[in-house]
């Protein structure tokens, strides 16, 4: 019988589609298995076990679990400073607030904040997984195309406070610096009884208003006026702040020789013939007398949008043909068609991405505007006003690519991103310099959508789930193309992938120099990839534990979850969870013992909890807590502390093991896998199909505690088959690292 050795000596793909096990020709198939579960892949191509959980809270039932709903509780990161940190924990009408103790690193809650009517996540209304965040300093802004923002404040060390996104007004609060759309149809004009004051009425040649209108604001010309009160369709009751009045340019006013009539330069005027103006700070102009100009006027002809003419009270001099008048003003409140209402309301929808960039901060697609940039002053977050489009005022753009699709997010990375519902676009701005009212233009790029996770900045990239849910997919710049590109990293394990709900990234942490992201799917399994650009590695591994995950954020180095586990109690519950690198098994903690005898394990698990416990390098077994505790003692005697959790369990089952032999491949061919040689490094135990190996060394005094084992170690297998696979676990919750392997093929 011959044999062959064949080496696998990297995972540096991880897992990869039971699709590929024709590939032996591949690169990847030699260094990527069928399955690699509860792993990191290491940067040189081995694989470690991922560390266990710690469990820091017990939401009870406050929220309770649902089982209809993808997510009841989402976490999310507070980032002050170093050390000043906090987790975010919302749920149905309620935000919980977790401290980051910058002394000890422990988890504390500081505040429960109810009766968030706003905050709404019910079954028939899940929109938990679609709010968005942005958050600087002491606050944190959260948006969602149903209400209106929020704005959560950090008061003090240990307080926050919940308040609506409210606009900056003027010094004379006659102006609300909130962006403004023209939503009626071409040619709707409106018209006031009166040019100021409050319960005036205005009036639309067309049907326009609804009840809700009632509150919300609509900008006529240059003045605002508020509607309180709804009439009919086309007639409202509102208080206009300041007066129906336009500021014209300098010299708006001309004149012919000998004539009265005096033309008027006054931009998208909206005004029709017969409409009555009053015309005030008018100067002379072609030798009619300031007397004769100001007044109350009726226009007499419309020369086009821009223009006008009324006549005056008298003419000019048969010599004079001029430009002048000053800088007068014009009132009005004959019927226009320059107006437009507040973007922002319950009738319109409100923003349902948000983000920071070069100081800004910006809002992107509501329901009525689904395709809407809109971006703040410079330094003025709560200022929208366009003014004269200057370099520091605010921006409001389209992103007119063609078709309309709905912004979902806006991701600041190398350029302000654009992930809408069928492209990704981003906002261009001249090589070197800041997005301005003046240069910003907005570039479509992909054609694939986004769904609601938000996207996350990755290794000089931004992973975003496509919309299908199917794929993740990084959109990156391209010097080649000189555009960004829209690549499915993917496309090797889809099976990951499995309709997700949030995703996070950590970059050098968990006693990890790479970078990785965690993906949280709807089956609450965690898809892991991890990727070194610089060295064109990237590689997947799924993440599974007892019961699901429910939410996932990183704060800086460290990783939480928010878990839904039975506790022993049999019902499911909500968790606060940490990755910790010194816990051993999932939603776990160090204990003390007397005598090998664990007490007062209610505080964190409930009796008829199945759990497992190891003290050191000593497995002490699976036990059922009783009465408050469990009995190691006929484990090991004179226990004092140990670990108990729930076990996980690290997988890695091989693509079926294939080499090329003299007459072809052994593609197909019956063989068996005769010997297994793993490269261990600190490893306590491990099992090759089924065949389970806790390691003591020859020299090992057995009244001490095992030795982990770094080096290479040899199983000898059984079985036949046409599709041989080797699989390597682990039955008992210690330690697990595999450098590499060689397996030896009979045939």
């Not at 509860?38 to 679990?65: C, D, H, L, M």
């Not at 991890?530 to 599974?544: E, H, N, T």
């Amino acid at each position: 019988m011959a044999r062959i050795r064949v080496p696998q000596n990297s995972f540096q793909f991880g897992e990869v589609s039971s699709a590929l096990t024709s590939r032996t020709d591949s690169p990847v198939y030699k260094n990527s298995a069928e399955k690699v579960r509860n792993f990191f892949i290491r940067g040189e191509g081995g694989v470690i076990k991922r560390p266990g959980t710690k469990r820091w809270y017990n939401f009870a039932s406050s929220p309770a679990y649902s089982s209809d709903l993808r997510q009841t509780v989402r976490i999310e990161p507070f980032i002050f400073s170093d050390d000043e940190q906090y987790i975010i924990a919302f749920s149905n009408t309620q935000i919980d607030i977790f401290q980051i103790s910058p002394t000890d690193a422990t988890i504390s809650k500081i505040q429960t904040i109810t009766s968030q009517a706003w905050l709404v996540n019910t079954t028939s209304k899940p929109y938990l997984e679609e709010y968005t965040f942005a958050q600087q300093g002491d606050v944190m802004f959260v948006c969602h195309q149903t209400i209106a923002p929020r704005k959560i404040t950090r008061t003090s060390l240990t307080t926050f406070a919940v308040s609506t996104f409210a606009f900056e007004t003027s010094v004379d609060n006659q102006h609300v610096f909130q962006p403004y759309y023209s939503f009626q149809a071409l040619g709707v004009t409106l018209s006031s009884n009166a040019t100021s004051g409050s319960g005036r009425t205005l009036t639309t040649s067309a049907d326009y208003f609804t009840s809700d209108h009632v509150g919300v604001y609509l900008k006529i010309g240059d003045a605002e006026a508020e509607i309180t009160g709804f009439t009919n369709a086309t007639t409202v009751t509102a208080t206009i702040y300041g007066t129906l009045r336009h500021q014209l340019d300098n010299d708006a006013l001309k004149t012919a020789e000998g004539s009265g009539t005096i033309q008027v330069t006054h931009a998208l005027h909206g005004l029709a013939v017969g409409a009555s103006i009053v015309i005030d700070r008018s100067g002379t102009v072609g030798g009619i007398a300031i007397g004769n100009i100001n007044g109350t006027r009726s226009i007499t002809a419309v020369v086009n949008e821009n223009v006008y003419e009324f006549t005056a009270g008298g003419s000019a001099t048969a010599t004079s043909s001029a430009d002048g008048g000053g800088a007068p003003r014009i009132a009005t409140g004959s019927a226009t068609t320059e107006w437009s209402e507040q973007s922002y309301s319950s009738v319109r929808g409100f923003p349902g991405a948000v983000t920071l960039h070069q100081n800004r901060l910006w809002f992107g697609g509501t329901l009525a505007q689904p395709d809407g940039i809109w971006g703040s002053k410079t330094g003025q977050y709560f200022n929208f006003d366009i003014g004269t489009a200057e370099d520091n005022d605010s921006l409001d753009l389209t992103a007119n690519v063609g078709e309309i699709f709905t912004i979902r997010h806006l991701v600041s990375n190398r350029d302000l991103q654009v992930f809408t519902t069928g492209a990704e676009l981003f906002v261009q701005a001249p090589t070197d310099k800041p997005v301005t009212p003046a240069n910003a233009q907005i570039r479509r790029q992909t054609p694939y959508g986004s769904s609601y996770v938000r996207p996350t900045v990755f290794d000089g990239a931004t992973l975003f789930i496509q919309k299908t849910g199917t794929a993740l997919r990084e959109f990156v710049f391209t010097d080649a193309e000189a555009s960004y590109t829209s690549v499915a990293v993917s496309q090797l394990a889809p099976h990951l992938i499995v309709d997700p709900v949030q995703q996070a990234s950590i970059k050098g942490a968990l006693s990890r120099s790479e970078s990785y992201d965690f993906i949280l799917n709807s089956d609450g399994t965690i898809a892991v990839f991890y990727s070194i650009r610089g060295d064109q590695k990237a590689g997947w591994s799924l993440w599974d534990t007892t019961g699901k995950w429910h939410s996932i954020c990183s704060v800086h180095e460290r990783l939480f979850v928010a878990s839904s586990r039975d506790d022993g109690s049999g019902t499911t519950k909500l968790f606060l969870e940490e990755f910790q690198v010194d816990m051993p098994m999932d939603f776990c903690n160090q204990f003390s013992a007397s005598n090998s005898v664990f007490g007062s394990l209610t505080s964190h698990f409930s009796n008829g909890a199945v759990v497992k416990a190891i003290s050191g390098n000593d497995y002490l077994g699976e036990f059922t807590i009783s009465n408050a505790e469990i009995d190691a003692s006929l484990a090991k005697s004179s226990v004092s502390t140990g670990f108990i959790g729930y076990a996980f369990t690290p997988l890695i089952t091989t693509l079926p093991v294939d080499a090329g032999v003299v007459g072809g491949p052994l593609t197909g061919e019956p063989r068996r896998v005769s010997r297994v040689v793993l490269d261990l490094n600190s490893t306590l135990a491990v099992s090759v199909n089924d065949k389970d190996l806790v390691f003591r060394n020859v020299t090992d005094d057995m009244s001490n505690e095992r030795i982990a084992i770094t080096g290479k170690e040899e199983f000898r297998v059984l079985g036949y088959s046409r599709d041989p696979r080797v699989t390597i676990s682990q039955s008992f919750p210690f330690s697990l690292q595999i450098n590499g392997m060689v397996m030896e093929v009979s045939f």
